[in-house]
């Protein structure tokens, strides 16, 4: 594997249900990101983990949580989703300097995610 | 607030030359970015811009005026695989980025 893979490709739960989105890097990146991406609107950051440590939780809502074991493998765990949660959500890593200088970032194919 | 803007859509033909533009307005600036995403696949990257001018990579530049927090990506020699949606991001003083709604491209033969 190269890149940046997640599994699985497409997932349809319901509001009730928990599952877990998973992620992995092969570039020896120290830093990922997940990203949620509904139509027509911007990427939205929801979490970021550098060097293992989460440095940025941007108002998500508790029924996201998000695990990181190490520095190659997220997760994006989810539990009582809401239909507006319906969404393509996004993996992403970079290699972060000290200073957080530029990061291009690496993304994964996504996770399509349909709540009924 | 933090703000991009971008055209929602663009429709150009084949073989011709189209420039998405891009104007922001974030607290701070460390670099702007542009990404290509095709329907149903991850963004890919294209290109990055933190000085002014123009930077030239094959049939794609992509040029930037800090003072006017504007950016524009131009594709030339069109062809049908460049039908995508075209995303533009400012890096902020935080080193976050922020991220435009994307410009779908649709080319015609």
């Known amino acids: 594997e190269t890149g940046v893979t997640q599994t699985p490709r497409h997932l349809v739960m319901g509001m009730t249900n928990k599952k877990s989105l998973k992620c992995e890097q092969h570039?020896?990146?120290?830093?990922m990101y997940w990203y949620k991406q509904s139509a027509k609107k911007p990427l939205e950051l929801m979490f970021v983990?550098?060097?293992?440590?989460?440095?940025e939780n941007n108002s998500v809502p508790s029924r996201f949580s998000p695990e990181c074991p190490n520095s190659s493998h997220l997760f994006l765990h989810l539990h009582t989703l809401q239909p507006e949660d319906s969404a393509l959500y996004l993996c992403?890593?970079?290699?972060?300097?000290?200073?957080?200088?530029?990061?291009?970032?690496?993304f994964g194919p996504g996770t399509r995610l349909t709540v009924l | 607030g933090q703000n991009i803007d971008q055209p929602t859509e663009m429709t150009a033909t084949e073989g011709a030359i189209v420039q998405i533009n891009c104007t922001y307005q974030t607290s701070g600036f460390n670099g702007l970015f542009w990404y290509q995403q095709h329907a149903g696949e991850a963004p890919t990257f294209l290109s990055y811009?933190?000085l002014d001018g123009l930077e030239e990579k094959g049939r794609f530049s992509s040029f930037l005026s800090r003072s006017k927090g504007y950016s524009y990506l131009l594709l030339k020699e069109l062809q049908m695989k460049d039908s995508a949606s075209y995303l533009c991001?400012?890096?902020?003083?935080?080193?976050?980025?922020?991220w435009g709604a994307g410009t779908k491209l649709i080319i015609k033969p």
């Open positions: 992403a890593s970079s290699q972060e300097g000290e200073s957080g200088a530029y990061n291009e970032q690496f």
């Open positions: 991001a400012v890096m902020d003083s935080n080193y976050q980025l922020i």
């Open positions: 983990y550098n060097f293992k440590e989460q440095t």
């Open positions: 811009n933190v």
């Open positions: 570039l020896g990146h120290n830093a």
